[in-house]
């Protein structure tokens, strides 16, 4: 894997929203203390921008937004806002303290919520988009505006919504995948079309903010990039509504190990990654699931004697990237029904016994006996069917 040579246009800026579209996913809310362990974890591992919260939904909202502003260190602090006036008020007062803060407005843009949702004339949508960019310029020169429902909507209306956005200061234009619904070829052809055809464009950055309710989140997000977006909203562990969002992790692993493909680079200081995922883990009960690409408990885990066997010889036969590379210690080898000799001779080794080729034989026979009943054999079994087959000898 050549890594090519990265110009500065090809920096991902990565904006994390674990704590506002993560947050809102039943169940899994947090203390303000849970928020600030959270994003102080984010701060120091390079994410760029935290969305912390929706200020204006709650007063604990408001509160965690404000303090998380206060303690940052070097990431910009985001809070979001619905495009109206009040919204945005107590948005630009929680930010206040942050040395670099964000107000991220948005309104729907497709038919269906315009109608059905928002009640409103396509004009009335477009005054909106204006008037909440322009107030929220009046607080601070970093201002991002969302198009929600940006896949379902109509594209020459989308165009026009991001050309007025622009035209009222947004920096940062995100075109969000709000119901998981576009397919890769789809979403970067979208962000093609509309850098293309919108005059002003090259005055923003496009972003990327995708759902996975059909698992195609961290796919279309990186289809987002190759058609020109510079940022991608994330969750860890792919925390998010419904479905969730798409994974930190994930997105930031892929860009890694894939440079040769995607010739991008993001500032996440990615050995923090285990160490953030078990934080948000831990704090939003959610358990992580066991085979979860990068930071699932099986993610550098082998069973099988011939996966073992490769293993032991050249670790690279199968794992495309180094366990330490994500914050993980070492890969395991598991011991089960489908273990080989040679993974068994290294466990022994490891526990510290050294054999007879006939003990060895038999430790192993044993071995396999107990493991057709047992989902893992625990090192403390291995001793045990040791000590039998040392008797037996
Ligand atoms: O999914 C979505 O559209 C959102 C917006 C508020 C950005 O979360
Ligand atoms: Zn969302």
Known sequence: MTMQSISTEDRVVIFDTTLRDGEQCPGASMT????????????????????????VASDGDFAAVREIARRARSAVICGLARADIPDIDRCAEAIEPAKRGRIHTFIATSPLHIKHKLRMEPHEVLEAVTA????????????????????????????????AAILAGATTINIPDTVGYATPDEYRRLFETVRSRVPNSDRAVFSVHCHDDLGLAVANSLAGIAGGARQVECTINGIGERAGNASLEEVVMAIRTRCDAMPYVTGIESTMLMHASQLVSAVTSFPVQYNKAIVGRNAFAHESGIHQDGMLKNAQTYEIMTPESVGVSKSTLVMGKHSGRRAFREKLKELGYTFDEGTLEESFRLFKDLADRKKVVKDSEIEAVVAMATFSA
Do not use: N
């Open 32 to 55: 303000l203390e849970e928020k600030l362990q959270v994003a102080e974890l984010l701060d120091h591992m390079g994410v760029d921008v935290i969305e912390a919260g929706f200020p």
């Open 132 to 163: 909440s960019v322009r107030h929220a310029r009046s607080y601070t020169d970093d201002v991002e505006w969302s198009c929600e429902d940006g896949t379902r909507s109509e594209i020459d209306f989308l165009c026009r919504c991001v050309e």
